[in-house]
């Protein structure tokens, strides 16, 4: 996906780029493209009124396999935000064994801060390589630290030098062992802190590691490697020297607030249609400790205090045994808006194998391009696939577009298994499509366990 600026992504430009890699979805394309751009609009207002704008949150409400988490995976990338992903049945409520719901806010900010640090790491890089360099070139010529003013040795000296920098440049040296020095961090051994109440816990063994870190501080480890490793070891430690990390994090932290995306999957899971019994207990108890993370609250992270009010959330469910309405009223007002996807037809199965950027067909055809094989398919062979798939998703469990990953393993277990030991050009046709599926398919125990 091309980089573009926030500023550039009016709603039909994010649809557009989203139409590269899922197929139809229109209603959920545009409900995740206007909450997007209205973060840039909010962007703009000016004064307290500002603070007050809160992101719509968004409910997806279809079955497996339709395109849910690719659309918001999608969407996080095109606008380079933080996104996490977390199951809503990960969660317990305060007090069972499982995690906190404010863990995956500390998850989120610590993806935040490694996709800043790699920023800024990209824009120190080149320096860093410099630095390395010199640092290699004085372990292969060490200069010695004679005090001698001879202008004819010192020439001689930098002749050498410029000499060997070339041949450096040129990849002569790669294989050559050298010893470095690099900073490692005292090994801690780190600490867990188990405890019946999660989120606190959990937090508070990061901040004891770190501080048993700082307090060890860090030494000098001498190892001997191959110049082509010592490059990357020492321009990645270099370009951490050359790195201001308060900025770092303050980066983080702000583009998390601001620009943060979750997407809560299986959220129909903690719906309750009964009350009051067994597991419906806990299954509020999560969504009550859930709301005030939604409604906006402040977690703790090692790198500072996240205010959650401005993340966006985006929940997802098929909600087959429950309703959206089965969860409780004050959750249920934390997302506005509801969307509801479309089951795939055959036609959708036969766009998704061969439009998107990244069409199943074409990975597999990648995929046998590294052995010199040239894989093509007839478009009666798509066309069966497609049917053979949405016969199957009907026959037995409905999982969407995910069946096209188990057909079409099974469609070409031989040839990945025989490869490159094979013809280099390979034509799957409907007759081989057939001979490959049309038992398993007729059988429905065979498709069950099969396909």
Not at 74 to 83: K, V, W
Not at 140 to 155: A, G, M, N, R, Y
Not at 335 to 362: C, G, M, W, Y
């Amino acid at each position: 996906m091309e980089e573009v600026s926030l500023k550039e992504l009016m709603p039909k430009e994010i649809v557009k780029e989203l139409n590269k890699f899922v197929i139809g979805q229109d209603e959920a394309k545009r409900s995740v493209a206007i909450a997007l751009r209205n973060r840039w609009r909010r962007q703009q207002v000016k004064g307290k009124l500002k603070d007050e704008i809160l992101p719509n949150n968004i409910i997806m409400i279809g079955p497996t396999g339709v395109g849910k988490t690719e659309i918001a995976r999608r969407l996080a990338n095109l606008s380079n935000a933080p996104f996490i992903k977390v199951e809503a049945t990960k969660f317990t409520e305060i007090g069972y064994v499982g995690r906190d719901v404010e863990s995956m806010i500390r998850d989120l900010t610590r993806i935040s801060y490694r996709m800043v640090e790699k920023e800024y790491e990209d824009r120190v890089w080149k320096d860093a390589k410099k630095i390395a360099e010199e640092r290699i070139l004085d372990k292969l010529f060490p200069v010695p630290e004679s005090k001698t003013t001879d202008e004819l040795e010192k020439e001689r000296i930098e002749k050498t030098r410029s000499k060997l920098q070339k041949m450096y440049k040129d990849r002569k040296f790669e294989d050559k062992y050298i010893e470095i020095e690099v900073s490692q961090q005292q090994a801690s051994g780190g600490i867990s802190i188990m405890g019946p109440i999660g989120g606190d816990m959990e937090g508070a063994g990061d901040f004891f590691n770190d501080a048993i870190s700082s307090l060890m501080g860090k030494k000098k480890k001498k190892q001997k490697t191959k110049v082509k490793d010592a490059r990357r070891i020492l321009t990645q430690e270099e370009a951490q020297k050359l790195i201001d990390k308060s900025k770092v994090n303050q980066e983080a932290l702000d583009r998390v607030e601001n620009n943060g995306i979750v997407f809560l999957d299986e959220i129909d899971k903690i719906a309750s249609n009964e009350s009051g019994r067994g597991a419906d207990v806990s299954r509020q108890g999560v969504q009550r400790d859930l709301l005030p993370i939604v409604e906006g609250s402040t977690v703790n992270t090692k790198y500072g205090i996240v205010k959650t009010d401005h993340i966006l959330f985006i929940a997802a469910g098929s909600f087959s045994k429950t309703k959206p309405s089965d969860l409780i009223p004050e959750l249920q007002g934390r997302f506005p808006i509801r969307v509801e996807l479309d089951s795939l037809s055959t036609n959708d199965f036969v766009q998704i194998l061969t439009h998107p950027q990244n069409a199943l067909l074409k990975q597999y055809q990648a995929l046998l391009k590294a052995e010199k094989i040239e894989l093509t398919f007839t478009k009666e062979a798509i066309q069966t696939i497609a049917e053979k798939s949405t016969e199957v998703n009907t026959k037995t469990e409905n999982i969407g577009a995910r069946r096209l990953h188990t057909v079409l393993t099974q469609i070409l277990e031989d040839l990945m298994f025989n490869a490159p030991d094979v013809d280099k050009k390979i034509t799957i046709d409907d007759k081989k499509v057939h001979s490959s599926l049309d038992k398993i398919v007729m059988d429905e125990d065979l498709s069950r366990y099969i396909l």
